[in-house]
Every structure is written in C-alpha cells, then in structure tokens.
C-alpha cells in the first residue's frame, strides 16, 4: 500500500443530535447545573460522613475495584444507568450524593 501523506485510508463522519448515546430528551438536562468539585480531603469527609456514593462506570472498571460501599448500578449501557440511578436515588433528594467515573470524581 502506497503512502500519500493521508492521515486516514478511509474517513466517514456522520452527524448525531448526541455525542453520548444517554437517552434524555434536550429539555431533561441543563448542561449549565453541573455538580461541585471536591479535593481528596473534602471526597473522604463526605465519605465518613455517610454520603451516598455511585460509581458510574461500566461492570469491568467497577469489578477491579470501588470505593468502599459504593453503589454500582447493574445495567449493561449508560442509556440505561440514568434512569437506573434516578430510581436508587429516589428519596435522598436531601442527601449528599457522590459519583465517581473513569473520567474524574
């Protein structure tokens, strides 16, 4: 095969309305409510201090290992993990809520 300098023998771009295949509807999330960054210390006080902790990645990331009492929803695909989440979370409304990802905590 013969080199011409292209970064890609073949290229297809599609368009999608989603980056992330999540199922919500435009009007079901504000992008702008975004949850507050916490330091290691600040992450462990909440811990101790009874938090609510999700870990929100996939079934082999959380096998190797989670936090301490973590709660790893038993879906296959993140489409199904917001719903999921939302139903274990239904009355702690009032409590504080930890998720954690392969992205960041």
Known sequence: MEDDDQSFFKLTIKIRKQIVADGLG???YDV???????DAKAWNDALENGATVIDMRNHYESEIGKFKG?????VETFKEELPEVKKML?????????LY????I
């Open 90 to 98: 239904q009355g702690k409304e009032e409590d504080q809520i930890l």
């Open 101 to 104: 990802c392969t992205g960041g």
């Open 70 to 74: 973590a709660i790893c929803p038993d």
């Open 32 to 38: 702008t409510n975004v949850g507050k960054y916490l």
């Open 26 to 28: 435009i009007d079901e």
